[in-house]
């Protein structure tokens, strides 16, 4: 778990009608590089407070200095940045047939959210992690999704299927009647990372948001 990276319990904007449930943040190395500097830092420290910086996307891992960041190995992009691309942008882009990335930028400012049952990076999850997802901040995540319920956003499982059922469940067994009503989506797979695949299937039922 690393600590030295900002908090990423979530990413982008609440409005969004179309939450995305995952496990945690993913770590690679060249991040504790990335959020050394100040300036890399401010657009996650505002998520924290559910703010968006004035010019710059909700999805803050699509702004310029993700893009424009160079590795050590003298690849572009963050490590952040492709992944979120990889497993979001393409899938967008590709079925809703924009033309251009920015169409699939603003859709998912738009139209996802993404909430994590923890908020700090690591290189993979396990079951030794389980009892890092019930400290306190854990108590304010499942508020947050409860907020969501309530709302009637539509939530989508692709990670830890078993906790977030649970923590839905804690009020009148709500994932059993949120599916009949399909708010509930489960393509939850047993893997330690989220492929792009996870999400396709669904993309088309939001054209209309």
Same mark, same amino acid.
């Given at each position: 778990? %690393?600590?030295?990276?900002?908090?990423?319990?979530?990413?982008?904007?609440?409005?969004?009608?179309?939450?995305?449930?995952?496990?945690? #943040?993913?770590? &690679?190395?060249?991040?504790?590089?990335?959020? /050394?500097?100040?300036?890399?830092?401010?657009?996650?420290?505002?998520?924290?407070?559910?703010?968006?910086?004035?010019?710059? %996307?909700?999805? @803050?891992?699509?702004?310029? *200095?993700?893009?424009?960041?160079? /590795?050590?190995?003298?690849?572009?992009?963050?490590?952040?940045?492709?992944?979120?691309?990889?497993?979001?942008?393409?899938?967008?882009?590709?079925?809703?047939? @924009?033309?251009?990335?920015? *169409?699939?930028?603003?859709?998912?400012?738009?139209?996802?959210?993404?909430?994590?049952?923890?908020?700090?990076?690591?290189?993979?999850?396990?079951? /030794? &992690?389980?009892?890092?997802?019930? %400290?306190?901040?854990?108590?304010?995540?499942?508020?947050?999704?409860?907020?969501?319920? !309530?709302?009637? /956003?539509?939530?989508?499982?692709?990670?830890?299927?078993?906790?977030?059922?649970?923590?839905? &469940?804690?009020?009148?067994?709500?994932?059993?009647?949120?599916?009949? !009503?399909?708010?509930?989506?489960?393509?939850?797979? #047993?893997?330690?990372? @989220?492929?792009?695949?996870?999400?396709?299937?669904?993309? &088309?039922?939001?054209?209309?948001?």
């Amino acid at each position: 778990m %690393h600590t030295e990276i900002p908090p990423q319990q979530w990413q982008g904007n609440t409005d969004a009608p179309l939450w995305v449930l995952l496990t945690n #943040p993913g770590y &690679d190395s060249e991040d504790s590089r990335f959020y /050394k500097l100040a300036e890399n830092r401010e657009a996650p420290l505002a998520q924290l407070q559910f703010q968006c910086l004035k010019g710059k %996307h909700w999805h @803050y891992v699509l702004n310029d *200095e993700h893009q424009k960041w160079i /590795k050590e190995d003298g690849s572009e992009r963050s490590y952040s940045w492709t992944w979120f691309y990889n497993r979001f942008v393409n899938p967008v882009k590709n079925a809703l047939k @924009y033309k251009k990335e920015k *169409e699939a930028f603003d859709w998912l400012d738009k139209n996802v959210f993404l909430l994590q049952t923890y908020g700090y990076a690591s290189v993979e999850s396990t079951d /030794k &992690d389980f009892p890092l997802r019930f %400290h306190s901040q854990s108590r304010f995540i499942r508020k947050l999704l409860h907020w969501g319920v !309530d709302n009637k /956003k539509c939530m989508y499982i692709v990670r830890s299927e078993v906790l977030w059922r649970y923590w839905l &469940d804690e009020e009148n067994e709500l994932s059993t009647q949120m599916l009949k !009503d399909k708010q509930l989506i489960i393509n939850n797979f #047993p893997r330690n990372s @989220y492929l792009p695949q996870n999400i396709i299937l669904r993309i &088309d039922k939001y054209k209309s948001f």
